[in-house]
């Protein structure tokens, strides 16, 4: 199990689909072309982490499921 609980905030995700691109296995475009989650645990931490990082807009939220505090973005 990942040890993130991904979010995604709707109203900044803009379809970029770097996400998509560098976890495909967790991320995917829904109709209104945003990311959504496919499946959180498809991939490892590390990946996560890169694609939300890849994010331009900071859209995709991670939260440590451990600590419930967030991972990323850091602001």
């Known amino acids: 199990m990942s040890k993130y609980e991904i979010k995604i905030d709707k109203f900044k995700c803009v379809g970029s689909t ?6 495909p296995e967790v991320f995917a475009l829904n109709g ?13 931490d590390e990946a996560i982490l890169h694609a939300a ?5 900071n859209a ?10 967030k991972a990323w973005p850091a602001r």
């Open 60 to 69: 995709i939220i991670l939260i440590d499921r451990e600590t419930g505090q």
């Open 32 to 44: 209104e072309m945003q990311s959504h989650v496919i499946d959180a645990n498809a991939a490892d």
């Open 18 to 23: 770097l996400c998509v691109m560098d976890a």
């Open 53 to 57: 990082q890849s994010c331009p807009m």
